[in-house]
Nanobody, 124 residues
């Protein structure tokens, strides 16, 4: 069992930056591909970014490509999401997730464990 706890969300103005963290406990994350998803009120859950188990491969949604960077520190059992040039449409609850595979998974069914999420609000 893996427990995931996100932190780092908050209220910022458009153009600002935030860094989200996802701390894992229970098992080492070394065997898991990891990802970030987000869900805005009234909208479906949306893939944001994913990273392979060793950090060697990453994937991004088109809407965040060039602005967000996913990374991981397996020694600290922690996943990160650096978000730059934030836009109001980035407002959502951001969840981290651990996949059943080593690769940078992008499909929700590939993820076995989910965090509770952290709120990110971007004002215009």
């Amino acid at each position: 069992q893996v427990q995931l706890v996100e932190s780092g969300g908050g209220l910022v103005q458009a153009g600002a930056s935030l860094r989200l963290s996802c701390a894992a406990s229970g098992r080492t994350l070394l065997s898991y591909g990891m990802g970030w998803y987000r869900q805005a009120p009234g909208k479906e859950r949306e893939f944001v970014a994913a990273i392979s188990h060793n950090g060697g491969n990453t994937r991004y949604a088109d809407s965040v490509k060039g602005r967000f960077t996913i990374s991981r520190d397996n020694a600290k059992n922690t996943l990160y999401l650096q978000m730059n040039s934030l836009k109001p449409e980035d407002t959502a609850v951001y969840h981290c997730a651990a996949a059943r595979v080593f690769t940078a998974a992008t499909v929700p069914s590939q993820f076995a464990y989910w965090g509770q999420g952290t709120q990110v609000t971007v004002s215009s």
